[in-house]
């Protein structure tokens, strides 16, 4: 039986053919049986060959060809220029006095980006797509019916004037297909567009997919994400129907009397449609696993951050690593685990920030009340994102859109209110209730926010000693004002806020020196007092570890709440 021909599994060589493949070659990607590695490093273009065993293929890196040195591969990186280097641009001199890294740490962080950008994708905007889509196409059937519905209402009417009127019946039922058609072309039109945008949104997810398993590190730094695209969402498209208004039988005025169509219109709401998030538990498929609280928490560690002045906000990067800031112009990354500094990063005027918050793509945001503006920083570099007129940023918050909630005041102190940003572009302001009246304290105090999982806007007023909860739409849904008896009798002192996977709320009350925990309905469910001295800013981790600041003693604990 000849081998190459017969029907099986195995894996023959790609030089002899015949042999079963025993090794690989992860420079030009060829199998290879023992036998032929030699006449395949002899004959080969190259003399960089990395033959490694069958079952190891693809774990030697391909390191990127120099553009400057065509028989050079890049092994380190240059962070100030942003592209790998190689031994010959370094000698040259290109990159002196330049923050070099080896090309294979930059790679961890690549994948990270790709991974997060992928998982969005899968998880929340095309799901998001498949739902407009299935809501675009039962509109369509409504219209069908609803449309049938107005026919049928014509039709008895008509049957009351008999012959005369049959030509008028014919003309507005006319009117009413065409109406309908131009509805339904316009809703299938937009499907359409949904449709291709779902099917470039799954090549782009298996575009991701090939260069997360790739080892050739010149695709991965070719891939480009077009994520930011996708999140801005289309308009969501809602037809109003014409009314058909009978009038009564009369001959010399048939026309007028028998009724007529109001036009039909299409109207067209860009905040129509809000992400799904589907990602799922290994436990439930569909949501976070159901998690207790604790009936002691426990402190799983500390951080020592040697702020010079007090220790106010934190924010996670990661499970490992946090973002803090106090009194003063720096922001500091600290390892979660060794405890020690990582980063340092000095705002851009000087003054201390009034708040961070770190986005889903990982870079930091934070307010600078004097220059009235919120900041990303990305590879160390500050950029401008919003500049107010007026009003002086307080609290921020990254939604789960990747949307950005900033909570301001403005320069009379006589206003206060959130507003949601794509961007730099303003989406939606929350500041009034259903009576008309400010939602929150009308002070330049210190104001924090966050989103919950069940899109929850929440903010910690200290000066209205209540955390304020709103819907998505901004419609009040509660104020808690604290709990009695407080641990230290004292009155609730508001100060940082987060929320976790279980929607809990959490906020710090400096006054009674420990956490309060609310449900997602304004339930209080318990206090944390770990030992707790004047704590201020809050977060939590994909795990649902809390970290906390106490601004006195410039530490932060690390705290385990739930099961």
């Keep these: 039986m000849d081998p190459r021909t017969s029907a099986q599994d195995v894996i023959r060589c790609d030089l002899c053919e015949t042999a079963v493949v025993q090794m690989h070659c992860d420079t030009c990607f060829v199998n290879l049986c023992k036998a032929c590695v030699g006449e395949h490093i002899s004959t080969g273009e190259t003399k960089d060959h990395k033959v490694v065993k069958f079952q190891d293929r693809k774990s030697t890196p391909i390191y990127p060809r120099c553009p400057s040195h065509a028989k050079e591969r890049c092994e380190m990186y240059c962070k100030q220029c942003d592209i790998p280097v190689c031994?010959?641009?370094?000698?040259?001199k290109q990159h002196l006095r330049h923050e070099l890294s080896k090309v294979l740490q930059i790679v961890?962080?690549?994948?990270?980006?790709?991974?997060?950008?992928?998982?969005?994708?899968?998880?929340?905007?095309?799901?998001?797509?498949?739902?407009?889509?299935?809501?675009?196409?039962?509109?369509?059937?409504?219209?069908?019916?609803?449309y049938g519905d107005l026919s049928t209402a014509i039709t008895i009417h008509g049957e009351d004037w008999h012959r005369e009127i049959d030509r008028l019946v014919k003309k507005l039922k006319a009117e009413i297909d065409e109406m309908k058609n131009t509805q339904i072309q316009t809703l299938q039109k937009h499907l359409e567009e949904i449709n291709k945008k779902m099917s470039d949104i799954k090549k782009e997810i298996d575009s991701m997919e090939i260069a997360i398993e790739t080892n050739d590190l010149s695709k991965l730094f070719r891939v480009t994400s077009n994520v930011h695209t996708y999140r801005n969402l289309p308009h969501k498209i809602i037809p109003l129907l014409p009314k058909f208004v009978p009038g009564k039988i009369h001959q010399e005025e048939l026309n007028k009397l028998f009724g007529a169509l109001s036009p039909s219109s299409l109207s067209s709401d860009k905040h129509g449609y809000s992400m799904t998030t589907t990602q799922k538990s290994p436990e439930t498929g569909s949501s976070p696993p159901v998690k207790q609280l604790l009936d002691e928490p426990q402190t799983v560690t500390t951080i020592d951050t040697s702020n010079q002045y007090g220790l106010y906000n934190v924010a996670c990067l990661s499970d490992e690593k946090i973002w803090t800031s106090g009194g003063d112009n720096t922001m500091k990354l600290f390892s979660i685990n060794q405890g020690s500094l990582l980063k340092s990063i000095i705002t851009k005027s000087g003054n201390e920030p009034c708040d961070i918050a770190v986005t889903k793509r990982g870079d930091l945001v934070y307010t600078d009340y004097r220059y009235r503006t919120v900041n990303i920083v990305k590879k160390e570099k500050i950029e401008e994102v919003i500049r107010l007129q007026n009003w002086i940023p307080k609290g921020v918050c990254s939604t789960s859109s990747g949307d950005l909630l900033v909570i301001m005041y403005n320069n009379d102190n006589k206003q206060t209110k959130v507003v949601r940003y794509s961007g730099s572009t303003e989406k939606q302001t929350i500041q009034f209730d259903d009576k008309d009246k400010p939602l929150y304290s009308l002070d330049s105090y210190k104001k924090y926010i966050t989103e919950n999982k069940n899109l929850d806007i929440c903010v910690s007023n200290w000066g209205a000693k209540a955390v304020v909860v709103v819907n998505q739409a901004g419609k009040l849904r509660f104020r808690y004002t604290g709990h009695t008896p407080a641990p230290k009798n004292k009155p609730f002192d508001p100060q940082g806020i987060t929320t976790d996977s279980q929607s809990h709320i959490l906020t710090a009350d400096d006054n009674n020196h420990c956490v309060h925990i609310i449900d997602q309905d304004g339930q209080f469910l318990c206090y944390i007092h770990c030992g707790l001295s004047f704590p201020w800013g809050l977060c939590t981790?994909?795990?649902?570890?809390?970290?906390?600041?106490?601004?006195r003693n410039k530490q932060v604990k690390k705290i385990k709440y739930l099961q």
């Design 541 to 551: 981790d994909t795990n649902d570890n809390l970290f906390v600041t106490q601004e």
């Design 108 to 146: 961890d962080d690549k994948k990270d980006i790709i991974r997060k950008e992928r998982n969005e994708l899968n998880e929340t905007i095309y799901p998001t797509y498949q739902d407009i889509a299935s809501d675009v196409q039962n509109r369509m059937s409504q219209l069908e019916k609803e």
């Design 87 to 92: 031994i010959s641009c370094l000698a040259a």
